[in-house]
């Protein structure tokens, strides 16, 4: 592994950990039993994945997909005790039952990972006059944390799935007269905007309630996952320029969410943002406190009556 790492010039961080790490390496030893993780996203991807070893490890899943029926198939694929749970982050009364139904278990969650996500939606899509990639992706997490809190056990870890893309945001920030995104609308950068959210989120999260929980985002790396589905131009592109070994396995992609959530070394971490399962330096607009807060403020009006 370190001659591996040596080789492709990839360093280990302060954790121990780098680019090459995988969701299982970073979790061997950890026991979960008696834990529970509730995580979006279960059917697909980076979610399927951070379930399996997490399940593994000991952990009740609860799996959030966008149907019942898509949960209920996902969680059926490990072997640990699975509650499957229908959650569609864009449509914000979904999202309070599935917070309601949880509530109503009586569970108490240790881990919260909010994966879930679209990205670079071609042509500008709303709900409720939101556009699609803010609402899926941060404006649901929101209402679904802020409706779990009281269901999270003391010192539980919530842990946000950026992107590198965050990036991409605008030159200003999150565009608060422009949450429609009916002004110069851009798949890309309406997405970046949407992964500064969840920064801007693990931070005011972190702010606010930092004595009960911890919260933290990150950045998995670059995945051939289902998320590409509107960008076969521009991954094709990057493949022919060789840039293949930038990519990660879906089992590395999933080791930093699994780091944040269940490694050791994370304990006591929050409002922080990783990469390779080490922290990294985020947009500085991701450390603007006043837009933080900014943020939280407006996400509680969005989704207010819900
Ligand atoms: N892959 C990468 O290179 C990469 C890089 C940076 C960040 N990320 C982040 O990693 C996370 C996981 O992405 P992935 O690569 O695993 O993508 P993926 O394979 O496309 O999985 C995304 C998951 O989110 C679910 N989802 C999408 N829209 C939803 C909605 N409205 N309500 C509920 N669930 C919804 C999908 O459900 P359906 O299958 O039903 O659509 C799927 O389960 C995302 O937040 C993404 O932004 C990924």
């Excluded at 680019?19 to 039993?33: H, I, Y």
């Excluded at 959530?261 to 390779?276: F, L, M, R, T, W």
Aim: hydrophobic letters at 40%; a neutral charge.
């Amino acid at each position: 592994m370190s001659f591996l790492n040596r080789l492709k010039k990839r360093p280990l961080g302060p954790s121990g950990f780098g680019f090459l790490a995988t969701a299982e390496q970073v979790t061997e030893g950890v026991d979960l039993t008696g834990k529970v993780v509730f995580i979006t996203g279960v059917n697909s991807g980076l979610g399927q994945e951070t379930m399996r070893v997490l399940s593994k490890r000991g952990a009740h899943i609860i799996g959030a997909a966008r149907t019942l029926d898509k949960a209920t198939e996902a969680c059926a694929a490990v072997d640990g005790p699975t509650t499957p749970v229908a959650c569609e982050l864009s449509d914000l009364s979904s999202v309070a039952a599935c917070a309601s139904t949880v509530r109503q278990s009586g569970q108490s969650i240790d881990v919260l990972v909010c994966n879930a996500g679209i990205m670079a939606l071609p042509e500008l899509q709303q709900k409720d006059g939101v556009e699609l990639q803010f609402m899926t992706n941060h404006l649901g997490h929101f209402l679904l944390v802020n409706k779990l809190l009281d269901s999270l056990a003391p010192g539980a870890r919530v842990v946000i799935l950026s992107s590198g893309a965050h990036f991409a945001a605008p030159e200003k920030g999150i565009e608060f007269d422009n949450l429609s995104g009916e002004r110069d609308y851009e798949g890309l950068k309406f997405y970046g905007q949407s992964k500064l959210a969840n920064i801007l989120f693990a931070k005011e999260l972190t702010r606010r309630y930092g004595d009960r929980l911890t919260a933290n985002a990150l950045h998995p790396g670059i995945i051939l996952t289902n998320l590409g589905r509107h960008m076969k131009g521009v991954l094709m592109m990057v493949m022919s320029l060789r840039l293949v070994t930038e990519f990660k396995s879906v089992e590395q992609g999933a080791a930093t969410t699994c780091y944040l959530a269940a490694n050791p070394g994370a304990e006591g971490v929050s409002g922080k943002y990783y990469d390779n399962s080490n922290e990294a330096e985020p947009l500085p607009h991701a450390n603007d406190a006043a837009m933080a807060s900014k943020l939280w403020e407006v996400s509680e009006q969005l989704v207010a009556g819900h």
